[in-house]
């Protein structure tokens, strides 16, 4: 199959539509990737997938208003931190974001957990001073915010045109469950780990039965630890089924897993900084069906995040 860039977008519930392939911005805090996001506008993307966690917000700015490339064809997503989730600090997180991406609004607001922390003030920049409170075991500890009280600030600044659409990150069935019945504006993504070892179908399904669409982080499994000496277990993007649909097609085993996600509808924003990367990320090919087929089986329900340095267990077990 020929070749093509990964230009097609996801009709949402709400009928906005989102590019499936988006620019991840995790991990980066220099002028280097200002250029980044530049080059990766330039190249075709029109998805960058942002946080006020992640602290590179100001380079995505710069990166947009370097590319030339016009506000309004770029999708711009932003999700809100745990320590941020009181009325007041909904606002302060999302104007923070405005404010160092340099635009009046976001497509997309997330809220990047199901649950909030201890928030322990701001520092001279205007972030956490400790965006990863930990209390006396080590540990982060879950707060006591009503979900009505978060998700009704995100709504004002939707109403006030700060953000274009709503939705969640690392959100369980159950999570949405309790979400739903508060929720006068309703989410339209739930942004999640997924990838071929961990396809979560039950959850998918779920998820596109209520009209909330799937965006995958961490698409490619444990690549980031590629070079960790730590690391014991094998890299997924290296599994010899995906290796065998890459020899077939004449592609990267990257690029089969982006052609996997971008035929089922599922939006996908791996992060990179490396040009070769960031333009091979964005092409893809139509795989067969079975190609398809056996990718989906390859799921093994493993889980390469679940923050248990964080929370002392896996999040999905964090009541």
Known sequence: ??????????????????PLVGLGTANVEDDSFAEAVSEALRF?????????????????????KRSHVPRDQVWLTTKVWMTHYTRDLVRQSI???????QTDYVDLALLHWPFAVRNTGLDDDGFDIDPKPRESDGYMHKIDVPISETWAALEELVEEGKIRNLGVSNYRKSDLQELFTIARIRPVVNQIEMHPYLT????????????IAITAYAPFGN??????PLRTEPLMVEDANIARIAEKHQITPLQVIMSWNYARGVCAVPAATVPKYIKDNYIITDLDKEDIEIINHLDRGKRYHTYEDM??????DYE
Request: with cysteine; charged share 25%.
């Open 200 to 211: 979560q179908p039950a959850l998918h399904e779920y998820c596109e039965s209520q009209g």
């Open 311 to 316: 929370f002392g267990q896996s999040y999905l």
């Open 223 to 228: 690549l980031t630890r590629k070079n960790d």
């Open 44 to 64: 075709g993307y029109r998805h960058i997938d942002s946080a006020y966690f992640y602290r590179s917000e100001y380079y995505v700015g710069e990166g947009l």
């Open 1 to 18: 199959m020929p070749l093509r860039f990964a230009t097609g977008k996801k009709t949402l519930s709400n009928g906005a539509k989102i």
């Open 95 to 101: 104007e923070k974001s405005l404010a160092d991406l």
